[in-house]
């Protein structure tokens, strides 16, 4: 009688689980590991040792790795390929009965299975993002997975390391114009193959010299090859002109309005405090306009006493009245632009000047830009009410609740757009700042950022006396964008391994041709997003890359190429497109389809949409690789989360239906789902909640002498709320973070009895101290601040509070839950 074999060691695992995946055209079905580990493990490992080391099959997970394919006992092998990770993310999971399934730290992006030379020189996820780890070979396989297929992008954010190359020749592909990068191949020291277009390109002989090294006849070694992330110092030939300075322009509303907000106070002090910190160099310069029912430009040239105020009262037929002292040299007329700085809050402050000139406005910052280019920052507090651009109130207070449909989601005219796609032409991108509590028609004045390569900043409920907490987050972030990076007359191109095709992008731009996105402006504080089909199949290569070149100029004048290349394994199983799924590139792509959907179609189409991509994905997943029998709704780990966060985002203001929301709320929402990065998108649509009462030092980061408490994350639903505790709700930068303390923990925080504040004491007690290092190291995390609203348990404020709670019933949505029901009912239909 044969022997039972004892259970396998871990080791032991993990060889049978790398040998059955590198095997696996033959074994369809990954739950044949469990079958196997159920019958004789020992004989299964013997036979499948002798079968890849016979050579009968190396698959996708042993090419370019021969170490693993004599080693296959090596667990170190088995971890470095990914393998585990890709038996993890295709465990099946029942989403009816495993409710725990968020992790105790923020999900990080998954990691492709490619070798570890390769894996090292990749590009960062925080800049280069797909929606699938694993690319698809056919288009056939990828409409099979039923999962969207494209890239999110956040170009030029700030880096801590740059390597920045300063070439006279910078070294592409003479075919597709692909920058040479980490992934291409070295046939010989004197040629090397595209990894793109694969064309054969010889080595330029001044490549030949490493400028690290300083040694000759190692191209391979050079800095733009061994880095997947570059910037290149570039010539003359990427120049149409002399590079432009840096211009900033600044059109500020002081109607009767605007200066009951308090808005301009803080402006004027803003800038003021940071005027030595804007971007520039010595031919930096700056302009103001203010408006009302007229315009008013402001002389100031050196040679003046004190600033001229010229105003221009025919709005019909704006024009500029002088063009040689309206934008002047910062550094001549710093003075002047002090002074004016200084007493425009004292010009204004008495105006009964009600209306809103906003479109001749524009209009004469178009003009008084266009031999230059730069920035113009509009500040706006209300509609526009005169001259060109004149909006009419659109919305219906009585359908913010509304079930059956939402009206006026796009722009009441093309004047705004039309201004924008000139203002691209002439290198110049507009920021609208609106600040106003009342309905402003957004989603016509968006278009002239959406289309400029512009920012949208929105602060709904802005005053000086009734919400200065919003104020102070104003004065916050307008001392980030004064003084954040900037690039000017930029163009993006992405390119992609042959086969792949980009058909629609997502963002702020004008795109001038099938691949190249006009950037008047960039900032590092904007992501894009572009969705992609497979028109050839890819079954003759193992690797797809992705390069997006930002060519711009910096505020110093220098023409900057940056450099992004991404390198992701092909496959040709099914199970392989599900194990690579990305869950929040997915769920970000699709939040901006959705958008573009309920603009161009109907809200209800849009939501529709986003449950049918939940649906068609785990029905094509349980028809084709699942296998299992059991009842319940099964998803792949990999897209376990997915429900989730598509419910999450179907309750979001710029989606949800039955919940009152005001249109201009609903309207920036979706313009901050178009032009956010990743990260940030994602902690709006599913915000991080954190117990703080519990929290102490193990598992904490230890950082500058400072100890920052790691607390885990909590579902978002009021079962994971006790009576006595206090919860933080981290809902990124734009919505403010909140923090829910209950009754009797209220004095180990504060030692005061306020019902509503927005900061912090400094108390000498761990629990506040453990706390203050918390919320610094996440404000540290992001660009931008974030508000903080503390409300006790008993404040009528805590209702944002539970608002947050996506996994809960709401009067006109489903529980998780409920929703998951809803899933396995459509999957059955």
Not at 142 to 170: C, E, M, W, Y
Not at 203 to 226: A, C, I, L, W
Not at 639 to 664: E, N
Not at 714 to 720: C, D, S, Y
Request: net charge neutral.
């Amino acid at each position: 009688m044969a022997m039972t074999p004892p259970p396998p060691t871990a080791d032991v695992l993990v060889q049978l689980t790398w040998l059955c995946m590198a095997i696996r055209e033959y074994i369809f079905d990954i739950n044949w590991v469990v079958r196997a580990l159920n019958a004789d493990w020992l004989t299964a490992l013997v036979y499948l040792s002798d079968t890849v080391r016979g050579g009968v099959v190396y698959g996708q997970y042993t090419k370019g790795c021969s170490y693993a394919r004599r080693n296959p006992e090596c667990l170190d092998t088995a971890l470095s390929c990914g393998i585990l990770l890709e038996v993890e993310a295709l465990r099946p999971v029942n989403l009816l009965q495993e409710r725990n399934l968020l992790p105790h730290r923020p999900l990080d992006a998954p990691e492709p299975n490619l070798n570890a030379d390769l894996k090292k020189a990749n590009c960062s996820p925080d800049t280069f993002r797909c929606t699938l780890t694993n690319i698809p070979q056919t288009q056939a396989l990828l409409n099979k997975a039923r999962l969207p297929l494209g890239l999110l992008l956040h170009p030029f954010r700030d880096l801590a390391q740059l390597p920045v190359i300063t070439s006279s020749t910078i070294v592409r592909c003479r075919s597709c114009r692909t920058y040479i990068n980490p992934f291409v191949s070295f046939l010989d020291q004197r040629r090397w193959k595209c990894n793109l277009c694969y064309r054969v390109n010889d080595v330029p002989d001044e490549f030949m010299y490493n400028p690290v090294t300083r040694s000759y006849g190692e191209p391979h070694k050079r800095p733009e090859v061994q880095n997947s992330t570059v910037e290149f110092i570039a010539s003359s030939d990427y120049m149409l002109r002399p590079p432009q300075p840096a211009v900033y322009l600044f059109v500020l509303d002081v109607s009767h309005n605007a200066m009951d907000a308090g808005y301009l106070d803080v402006f004027c002090q803003t800038l003021l405090e940071n005027l030595d910190k804007i971007p520039g160099d010595t031919r930096t310069r700056v302009g103001f306009i203010t408006f009302n029912s007229t315009i008013h430009f402001y002389n100031l040239h050196e040679s003046l006493s004190q600033p001229q105020m010229l105003v221009v009262s025919d709005i019909d037929d704006i024009f500029i009245p002088t063009h040689d002292s309206l934008l002047v040299n910062l550094k001549e007329s710093r003075e002047l632009v002090r002074v004016l700085l200084t007493s425009l809050p004292a010009m204004f402050s008495q105006t009964r000047e009600t209306h809103s000139a906003l479109g001749p406005a524009l209009q004469a910052a178009y003009k008084l830009m266009t031999s230059t280019g730069g920035r113009v920052s509009v500040f706006q507090t209300q509609l526009p009410t005169l001259g060109a651009g004149l909006l009419q109130s659109r919305e219906d207070p009585n359908q913010r609740s509304s079930t059956k449909g939402v009206q006026h989601l796009g722009p009441a005219t093309d004047f705004y757009k039309k201004l924008a796609l000139d203002c691209s032409g002439q290198q110049i991108a507009v920021d609208l700042f609106l600040l106003s509590s009342q309905y402003s028609d957004l989603a016509s004045l968006a278009c002239v950022s959406k289309y400029s390569a512009g920012s949208i900043f929105y602060y709904p409920s802005l005053h000086h006396v009734h919400n200065p907490a919003q104020l102070d987050k104003f004065q916050k972030d307008l001392e980030r964008y004064l003084t954040r990076k900037i690039g000017f007359e930029a163009v993006m191109r992405i390119r992609c391994t042959k086969g792949l095709s980009i058909h629609t992008f997502h963002g702020n731009f004008f795109v001038r041709s099938t691949d190249l996105l006009s950037l008047a402006n960039v900032n590092p504080d904007s992501g894009f997003a572009v969705q992609m089909s497979i028109e050839e199949s890819m079954a003759d290569t193992s690797l797809a890359c992705f390069q997006a070149a930002l060519l711009y100029t910096s505020s110093k004048g220098k023409r900057r190429i940056r450099v992004h290349t991404l390198c992701l394994p092909v496959v040709s199983q099914l199970s392989d497109v599900y194990a690579g799924a990305d869950v929040q590139a997915i769920t970000c792509l699709l939040a901006n389809m959705a958008i573009d959907r309920s603009i161009s179609s109907s809200l209800s189409d849009a939501r529709d949409a986003l449950v049918n991509a939940v649906v068609d994905s785990l029905s094509a997943y349980k028809n084709t690789v699942s296998n299992l029998q059991q009842s319940g709704l099964i998803a792949p780990a990999a897209l376990c989360l997915f429900p989730l966060y598509v419910l999450a985002l179907l309750k979001q203001k710029a989606l949800r239906t039955g919940t009152s929301t005001k249109l201009d709320e609903r309207v920036f929402a979706m313009c901050e789902f178009k032009s956010q990065p990743l990260q940030q998108i994602m902690r709006t649509v599913h915000p991080d909640l954190y117990r703080l009462d519990t929290m102490s030092d193990q598992g904490a980061l230890h950082l500058n002498d400072c100890i920052v408490p790691q607390p885990h994350l909590l579902h978002l639903t009021a079962e994971k709320l006790t009576r006595e505790g206090a919860f933080l709700m981290d809902c990124g930068s734009v919505s403010p973070a909140m923090l829910l303390v209950k009754t009797k923990l209220w004095v180990f925080f504060f030692f005061v009895s306020y019902e509503y504040q927005t900061q912090i004491p400094e108390l000498e007690t761990p629990l506040s101290e453990r706390l203050r290092a918390l919320l610094a190291w996440l404000q540290d995390s992001r660009t931008f601040s974030s508000t903080l609203h503390v409300v006790k348990d008993d404040a009528s404020a805590k209702t944002s509070f539970f608002q947050h709670l996506v996994e809960d019933r709401s009067e006109s949505a489903f529980s998780y839950y409920e929703f998951l029901l809803h899933i396995q009912q459509q999957m059955s239909k």
